[in-house]
């Protein structure tokens, strides 16, 4: 089926009292193995791009990572959404929905409440122009090398996150409430009161980024209580590259590149069919 809205898979999750998951990839064997999952599973899925993969690091192109999902969704019959993760560029956020993103997330989170609310509202005004949907950061999501989540002076204030939702009209905002980017040094604990106060205080889909790590119990918790959209890129990222790793070290000069990605597929799949189990949806 073709690629589906990101924010009509907010809502499916929303009306069952759950959460897609989002899995950041860079390339095919990344995609095809989340797509190939959710059609065994048949449930919704988004896939994303972190834009530093496509400008930075030259593992794909904005057009032609937009054409690789569009295809794999061509080929199954669940819900596929594409998106792009973290970007504080207005410009090349056009750039990737004029490439085919029918979703975007613009991050002025270390900006002011103020600053924030308004470089937001510029971009949710162009993006819905196009068609696209628009996620934004409310409170700050740090890194759990720096132990950020335990600094609650950064976590998302219900009554900020309703004044910035109603002002920008963003389709789903993520939220500060002790999660953090990268691998925890020690299990996280999110803070779930504070998680329905927001939800209590905005219509809008919630987000939350930095799921790498967090107990399962605790994301069920999350997503019955207001979460809609739940990122996952560490350990994801991790397997794919202990999978290469352990690939290389089995068969030596033995091994042929042209066995390396459906060896590294069936690691990823595995993973992912744990994963995606977590998602009533």
């Known amino acids: 089926m073709a690629l589906e809205k990101v924010s009509n898979i907010l809502k499916m999750a929303e009306e069952r009292n759950t959460s897609a998951i989002a899995f950041n990839c860079n390339d095919y064997t990344m995609a095809y193995s989340v797509a190939a999952v959710a059609e065994e599973l048949k449930k919704p899925v988004i896939i994303m791009l972190y834009p530093a993969d496509s400008f930075q690091k030259n593992c794909c192109n904005l057009s032609g990572f937009a054409a690789m999902v569009r295809e794999l969704a061509k080929k ?29 997330m613009y991050d002025g989170s270390m900006l002011s409440v103020e600053e924030n609310i ?60 002790g999660s953090a980017h990268g691998v925890y040094l020690e299990t996280p604990k999110l803070d779930l009161e504070r998680l329905d106060e927001i939800n209590e205080a905005v219509k809008t889909p919630l987000v939350l980024h930095g799921g790498s790590g967090i107990p399962n119990d605790q ?10 959209k739940f990122n996952v890129g560490t350990e994801y990222f991790q397997l794919y590259y202990d999978s290469i790793r352990e690939f290389c070290n089995q068969n030596g ?17 595995a993973y992912l069919r744990v994963k995606m189990q977590i998602s009533k949806l």
């Open 118 to 177: 308004t470089n937001t509202k510029r971009v949710a005004d162009a993006a819905h122009a196009w068609g696209a949907d628009v996620e934004a950061e409310l409170g700050h999501v740090g890194f759990a090398a720096q132990s950020d989540q335990h600094r609650e002076d950064l976590y998302t204030r219900p009554e900020v996150a309703a004044k910035f939702c109603e002002e920008t009209g963003v389709d789903s905002v993520a939220v500060a409430i």
């Open 76 to 104: 199954v019959k669940v819900p596929i959404g594409l998106h792009l993760d973290h970007c504080s560029d207005f410009d090349y956020i056009l750039k990737a929905v004029k490439a085919g993103f029918p979703s975007v």
């Open 219 to 228: 994301l069920e918790q999350a997503f019955k209580r207001g979460i809609n």
């Open 253 to 269: 000069d033995r091994g042929s590149v042209l066995d390396l990605p459906m060896y590294v597929q069936e690691k990823l799949k």
